[in-house]
């Protein structure tokens, strides 16, 4: 594993520049769910919500707003947080989204999952996706029907993509260094 | 034909009794395994045994059409009957539990003396007369004069009942009106 | 446990349901079956927990993962320039797809310009590796339909045209590794595209040919009319994408919706089929899908501008700006997306990979209830499923 | 131009040598033991040589199948494989031996010596009685039809069977049992789920393809299958797919118009057609009707012997291989030469019933060897040749050669048209098959079975 660990970007991009409210952000607020811009992702409006908002930000979002189309639902272990990011687009129009879900690291308790809240009773296509991004990345979406490893074995250890994972065999590496190389 | 003479001749000595003990050889085993084998398949396939030995011996009464029309009817019968013991059963429960008391076996077996000794009396109560009748190469033909003047009414019957188990087949086999393929449902709010 | 049987099991559920009298119910042993993950027609090793009533089908698990190969992973911890020799390996039917999204997402966040003749030179072998990956998936949907020995490999001889094509332009005939970040790996020779030229000229004759075998063959008809129909709404919720999701009538190609690259120059149009959204749809707008692509290779063979074709240094050294982003290209199987984080040094931060298998194959359990066995290689061929696009 | 001319023409050269051989092979044989050895002892004095010379001839039918279901097998396993390539425009198997000719071999050798392996929970007898059921009719259900293939040839017939298309149709049901107990014995699912397809697929086809042999019958009047096939010599027009003799007065008519000599025209068509207008309708409905039955015959004969379109037992792309799913080494290899031979017997049924048999398509007035100008000096060029072989050795029987000739090559057409279906069609979903035989095939038979009731009374057959 590499020794250094970069730190993203945007952490830095976030303290310099103000951030200013997209159009998304604004239609949220009107309606009374609070939502926090985040740096564009080229080009496109960024924004956080709180846990706790997620279901009811995502059905504005779907029926209201028209953002019918959940691309995909993504883990990202950055440096302080656990993202759970959406990435929302429209079948019938070309606006673009990203919500972002950030779970901060200092809140979590050692052993424990970061929790979300899962989408997947609502909106059908984030099932699969919630499931994939709690294998790999382990955010555990409460309320989920069946989070289930997926793409990993049903008895597998620990959450690859982390970037704390340490593999099977990077634990064997270091107790015999030569044997295993 | 003349040189299958010598063979015929030694046929007709011993091929005919060689086969029927033959037959019985297979048909008796195969009735009686029908009977005790626990798994309710294995008898159905022993009782196609048990009737191919049969047409065997119809074979040799030069009753040819008899014979084919055994094979070829009960093959496919036992077949579905097979097919329904497979769907009715379940494998696994049969080897676990059996289902007979072993009073009710007493009763059974009583029940199973007194019927054989009535077939034993029975039987040796008939005299068998040999019939001297030949049977005619044109069996085929008999039996289809004898079913349309002498027996043309059990024949008739036969054929309704016939066509209405086949009206039956094909009104199971009728699918139902289109459903509407909707998987839809409930499935988005 | 044949069919009509079940439909006797039908006729006494609907008649309770009807007049809902005290008529015990028809109960009989389901059967749980594994499909796989070694089976003939899961193309690959895709692993379905079936509950049947005697043929149909009642309730379906997939398992997937079986050929897991950490794809998002190893992004993370090689290099760019290494990993974009890795991609290709996604989804083996259309290498130049996922190397196209990788490249996509890369170039937007790092502010790169493609030159335009790479820009055409990619509209160009993605939309050939298009016309290959649906022969491909013609011919094995025909196997899982039952036609085992004869059409399948007939559209092989045209797909094995194209691949001859790729191997001259890239090397390789299914690990491309030629659309690059910051432009397109090799520039062909001017006889290569004369030879493109005269497959694109024969190759509308050649669909002829298959519609003439396959479309309006009676049998073919009765296995996949009415068959699996994907509703609209089924299928956007699911997040379907590509020519299954425009089979059920949903006019939705990122080509010409979101365009990206040089389509909006290009004409074409985008087959939808709005009529069930079953499988013979889902057929009839990949057939469609070849001939639309076939144009848009004529006339990027007329259009081609001269000049670069790449801007950036393809070495070791290869860096992409800080930042993130997504970006999606129109794969054979839907919408391939590539969500990118980086940071400025050598590896990315985090790869994601949005593949259109992925959605498309969540969308089988609904579809697969209460159909027969048989039903289930018509349905799940027609989605056109690649597992390693499913398992990465 | 044809694309592919130099694959056809390698594939012609390969079925003329096999098809040499088989020829070879089977006749050889059967001249060996039926002809050679029992002449050779014919003028022993001792009754144990004569006993001996009288067993080789009663086994000579015998023989003569089990020499020719393997290696037949093995041509049509080679001949399916290079045809379907050749559809597809693929090379075939065409490394072993010239030209691929030996790949089957090779793969009958290698499947004879592989392990032969019983699943855990398996039945185990009944497991390897399944295979031998399978294929235990087909040597049977061949032996009534040597006798029809070779123009009644002397020595093959075993027996007098009157009843012989019902003992063929008789062993040709059987093998359904051996599907059934080896998708049962197996204790896999698929395999289970395969016998039971065959069970219920068997059954429902079995039914349409009896109603049309038994049309047949009704129009020959006779159950054995070697007077059918002789009723329709003398070309195409007598041959059942025809009217089933309907159209015989008509050849009759054109062969004394050509002739000139014999019974007038008018007398002729009088004798055959005594009703006018009544007997030409009756004519056509015949015509019409059994052109319908080899349809049905083909269909049901598909489904019968479990060939695409309707192969759900062994439906690969669903049920794995279906009922053989567990079986391998020889199990397998005898599941596998009983499929090709079922094939093979059920072509042969189709041509004895429907074409003629071993009688040439043209008709006898066409035929330029009918003709005394032609065959005496043929005969006359080719005499000191074939008397040798004819009279002395017996090496040839001039009958029986054209007549197996003709059936091979008929069958063989037959086997290639199964062949060009399978490489064309998809496969018939379980209820769709059923809805298939049981309301469209069994009413259509029902129905041509009484129009040809009728239609057989305004027409004299066989006169």
Redesign the interface.
Known sequence: MSEEVNKPAEQAAEATVPLTEGVYGKLLKENGIASTPLPESIGIETLAVQASALPAAMKFLREKAKLNFLVAVSGVDSPDTFDSVYHLWSFSKLDELVVKVRVPKSSLPADKLPEVPSLSNYWQTADWHERETYDLIGIRYIGHRYLRRILNPWDWEGHPLRRDYKQPVDALNDKHPVSMR | ME??E??TN?AQANVESFMLYLLAAIAIPCAFSVLFDR?I??SG?FL?GVFGAISGLFLILQA??LA??Q??IY??G???V??IA??LT?ARLEKEFSSIEPTERIGGLLVAALFFLTIYLALRSESWPVSSLQMR????LQIGVALLTNYALPFEFASVLLLAA?MG??L?????P?ET????GS??? | MTSIQSACVRKVKQKKVAIDTQVPEFKTDEMIINLGPQHPSTHGVLRLILTLDGEVVKHTECVIGHLHRAQEWQGQNRTWFQYQALIDRVDYLSGMFTSWALCAAAEKIDGAVVPERAEYLRVLVAELNRISSHLLWLGTYLIDLGALYGFPFYPFIEREKILTFFEEVAGQRMMYNYIRIGGVQRDPKASWFKKVEEFTKQFAQRIDEYEAIVTENPIFLKRTKDVGILNKEVAMAYGVTGPTLRASGVAYDLRRFKPYSVYPKLEFTVPVYNKHGDTWDRYMARVQEMRESNEIIKQVLDMLPEGEIMTKKQNAGLRVKAGEGFAAVESPRGVLGCYIISNGSDKAYRFKWRNPSFSNLSVLPPLLENRPLSDIMAIFGSLDIIIPDVDR | MIPNAAEIRKLSVLSFSWLTVIFVAVWGVCWLVGILIPALLANSSFDFARAVSEICEAITPLLAVMVFIPINAMFMVLMERRVLALFTRRNGPNRVGPDGALQTAADAIKLLLKEDITPTGADAAMFTLAPIIFFAPSIFGAIPLLAAVTNNNKLFQIADLPTGIFFVLAASSIPVVGIVMGGWASNNKYSLMGGLRSAAQAISYEIPLVLSIITICLLAGTLDVVSIAKQQSGGILNWNILGGGALTGLNKAIAAFISSAGPPIAEVIKTYYPYGWLSLIGVIVLCLCTIILFGIYLIGACAEINRIPFDLPEAESELVSGYNTEYSGIKFAIFFLAEFTNLFIVSTIAVVMFLGGGDCPLPTWLNPLSYPAVYIPLTNILSPILSLLIDKIHLINPDTFWAALWVILKTYSLVFFAILVRGTLPRFRIDQLMDFGWKRLVPITLVIFVLVAFARGVINFHV
């Open positions: 040189q299958f010598l063979l030694w798994a398949i294995r396939f196609i040819q059409f084919l029309a094979i070829m093959a496919v036992i077949t579905l097979v097919v497979l769907m379940n190469a044109d069996n085929v086949l087949a094909i199971l086999a009728k699918s139902d289109k393929e909707n998987v839809t499935l988005v709010e």
